[in-house]
């Protein structure tokens, strides 16, 4: 009585197979477009540490957020990013401002032993998001900080494009958006390329030791005749 249930539930099996493949639909992974920098060729060019580069909270995610008509977002559901999203824009960014500075000694914090920047960018995401109805945005903050400790520039970003709504146009034009604000960066490194070196502190030299004052000696009483009315008479 069995055997005729066999095949049945082979078909059912069968059935719910093509189901699952039908609501699992592959998911494309995405990274940054970072553009076609230039190579750096000079091996002596100005010293950039770049970083620490803060990027939001809510970007910390491989999921590829949507931004809502109403200012909310939601995940994707057919794309993901291909790995860390700040490591992403950590690498755009130092590719993008080394080949706009034409140098090669540009790098990401933590510096390196022995390595002396003439300027530190501090930078800060805060916002980097698109959506099929919504412009890809991208604010930011940098700090500029000399050899001397000195901020020399501090500046807000707020930056925008439009893209023609699929998820690859939203992550091609947020690749955009990172390269213009590295090319607006690299601008405003430029005029501290050539700073004054910093001067050596005169060393200060050993102070002279006065020498002890020697001791006075107690000045002797001057004697003084003492006048008696005794004579004195010699034979």
């Known amino acids: 009585m069995t055997a005729p249930r066999v095949p049945l539930f082979f078909m059912l ?3 719910l197979g093509l189901a699952g493949c039908s609501t699992h639909q592959p998911v494309s992974l995405y990274q940054l477009d970072s553009g076609s920098p230039a190579q750096p060729a000079q091996t002596a060019g100005m010293s950039v540490l770049l970083g620490p580069v803060v990027v939001a909270d809510y970007l910390q995610r491989e999921t590829l957020l949507q931004r809502q008509n109403d200012g909310s977002l939601q995940g994707s559901t057919d794309g993901r990013w291909a790995g860390s999203l700040s490591s992403d824009i950590n ?8 080949g706009q500075l034409d140098s090669q000694r540009v790098v990401l914090a933590p510096a390196p032993t022995g390595f002396s920047p003439d300027v530190q960018v501090l930078l800060t995401i805060t916002r980097l998001d698109s959506g099929k109805s919504q412009p890809a945005i991208l604010d930011a903050q940098w700090r500029l900080i000399d050899r001397r400790g000195q901020v020399r520039d501090n500046r807000i970003v707020h ?15 947020q690749g955009v958006l990172l390269q213009q604000l590295a090319q607006q960066l690299s ?6 390329a050539n700073q ?10 050993a102070p002279v030791q006065a020498k002890p004052a020697e001791p006075q000696k107690p000045k002797m009483p001057m004697a003084t005749p003492i006048r008696t ?4 008479f010699r034979f």
Request: hydrophobic share 45%; charged share 20%; proline share 9%.
């Open 159 to 173: 930056l925008q494009e439009e893209h023609a709504g699929t998820t690859a146009s939203q992550v091609q034009a």
């Open 229 to 232: 009315d005794m004579e004195v």
């Open 187 to 192: 601008v405003a490194l430029k005029p501290l």
């Open 196 to 205: 004054p070196p910093i001067a050596e502190a005169p060393r200060k030299s």
């Open 91 to 98: 690498q755009l960014m130092l590719r993008q401002v080394a």
């Open 13 to 15: 099996a069968g059935l």
